[in-house]
């Protein structure tokens, strides 16, 4: 009968399992974990996209028409630093007001 193998011998260049955990096996599923979330997050962001797409032409289609006055198309873009559309549908949403304008814009 052999005797027991009772010696260490050196595992720096070991490929043979010893009866540890898989390594490989816990980064892969590791991997897979956060590409599905990243992937969940992706469509989640693209939905809301749409949605914010939806509600700009809805909000535009609404708005649009009404006339404002260039002075204070103007005056919103040059105080708040902001486009002539962004400054339009500013003024729009808050019936022309260039004070409710000023207002709605300096709290958000």
Excluded: W
Aim: aromatic share 2%; with cysteine.
């Amino acid at each position: 009968m052999a005797a027991a193998h009772d010696h260490h011998h050196d595992h720096s260049n070991c490929n043979h399992d010893h009866g540890e955990p898989k390594k490989n096996n816990v980064v892969s599923e590791e991997m897979k974990l956060r590409q599905q979330a990243a992937d969940k997050l992706a469509k989640s962001l693209a939905e809301l996209q749409t949605l914010a797409n939806e509600h700009r032409k809805l909000v535009q289609s609404k708005t649009s028409s009404e006339p404002v006055n260039k002075a204070d198309v103007d005056f919103v873009m040059k105080e708040m630093q902001l486009t002539k559309p962004e400054a339009e549908a500013a003024l729009r949403a808050n019936k022309c007001d260039i004070v409710a304008t000023l207002t709605y814009l300096v709290r958000q």
